[in-house]
């Protein structure tokens, strides 16, 4: 069993920047794809960004390319989410999600864990 826990969120205003991480605890598997997926109020799910195990291959939703950066550090079994030139249309709850294949992931049916959730609440 995976367990997520994402960190920090918080509250910024529109231009700025956050750096969201994804600690894993517990069993993890080898060779795990990573994902970064968000949930407004009254959205859906949206997909924000994937890394392959290696973390040869990244992709982004073009809503965010070019402003934000996946990357892995699998020895600290963390992932995270650079999040620059910030807008109040980024403001969600973002999630991130671990599948059991190092193949990278824009499908949020494609994860078998998730973390709990960490708001980012971008201000005018």
């Known amino acids: 069993q995976v367990h997520l826990v994402e960190s920090g969120g918080g509250l910024v205003q529109a231009g700025g920047s956050l750096r969201l991480s994804c600690a894993a605890s517990?069993?993890?598997?080898?060779?795990?794809?990573m994902g970064w997926f968000r949930q407004a109020p009254g959205k859906e799910r949206q997909f924000v960004a994937t890394?392959?195990?290696?973390?040869?291959?990244?992709y982004y939703a073009d809503s965010v390319k070019g402003r934000f950066t996946i990357s892995r550090d699998n020895a600290k079994n963390t992932v995270y989410l650079q999040m620059n030139s910030l807008k109040p249309e980024d403001t969600a709850v973002y999630y991130c999600a671990a599948r059991t294949t190092r193949y990278a992931s824009s499908r949020f049916q494609d994860y078998d864990y998730w973390g709990q959730g960490t708001q980012v609440t971008v201000s005018s």
């Open positions: 517990g069993r993890t598997f080898d060779g795990s794809a």
């Open positions: 890394i392959s195990w290696g973390g040869g291959s990244t």
